[in-house]
């Protein structure tokens, strides 16, 4: 059974461009959280996906988008980005019942140049 | 809001002994509750979880944890340490009455470094 995949592993960008980062849940998981985790932090909560709607929203800028397709995949859409935008960004899954836990993949690092 | 307070950077302990990490919370009603360990360049791997019920939680890899709510605190323990335990864990907080939504609140985290 596979885990949360995401792809690419990491990626390099400019100032200015845009990015997107993709993510395949758990099997049998139909909720999508993104997570944004700069060096020596914690992780700091994006959104959440669920039913293709977002459902929850941290606090971050417009330019962080992002969408669930019918498979319950995501992908995570970055424009006009900043040098602070570097950082590992994960994506956890689960199941929409309260207290489920939340299940995360290995992560995509972006490196802003 | 709801926010975690890890209040140790690092932690060292010698294999054999027992290890805390420490964790306190602060949320608007009951909370769940849940840590995480996560090894370098990889993703957060769960370890247990508090929603209801007993205090104590028992988790994975011999980890549990105690929910003790008038001291707003869920420390994680383990009764013998590994060096194998030696990773960086978080801690993370949900607050239940978002209607439906599932954000977690994570501290900064705390590197366990288990020596022989």
């Known amino acids: 059974d596979a885990g949360v995949t995401q792809s690419p592993t990491h990626l390099i960008k400019t100032r200015g461009q845009q990015v997107t980062l993709r993510c395949s849940p758990k099997?049998?998981?139909?909720?999508v959280s993104w997570y944004q985790q700069a060096l020596g932090q914690g992780p700091q909560f994006i959104f959440q996906?669920?039913?293709?709607?977002?459902?929850q929203r941290g606090n971050f800028p417009d330019r962080f988008s992002g969408h669930q397709f019918p498979n319950y995949s995501s992908e995570l859409n970055v424009n006009a980005l900043l040098l602070g935008d570097s950082a590992l960004y994960l994506c956890?899954?689960?199941?929409?019942?309260?207290?489920?836990?939340?299940?995360f993949g290995p992560g995509t690092r972006l490196t802003v140049l | 809001a709801q926010s975690v307070a890890q209040p140790e950077d690092q932690v060292n302990v010698a294999e054999g002994n027992p290890l805390t990490v420490k964790c306190t919370y602060s949320v608007s009603g009951n909370p769940y509750l849940f840590w995480y360990v996560q090894y370098p360049n990889r993703g957060l791997q769960f370890l247990l979880k508090y929603i209801t019920g007993d205090n104590l939680v028992k988790g994975s890899y011999g980890f549990e944890a105690e929910f003790n709510k008038s001291q707003t605190s869920f420390h994680l323990k383990k009764p013998s340490a590994l060096v194998s335990d030696s990773a960086l864990y978080f801690c993370a907080v949900r607050d239940p009455n978002t209607g439906g939504g599932n954000k977690l609140t994570f501290g900064t985290g705390t590197q366990l470094k288990v020596e022989l």
């Open positions: 996906y669920y039913e293709e709607e977002e459902r």
């Open positions: 099997s049998g998981h139909d909720t």
């Open positions: 956890a899954s689960s199941l929409a019942a309260g207290g489920s836990e939340q299940f």
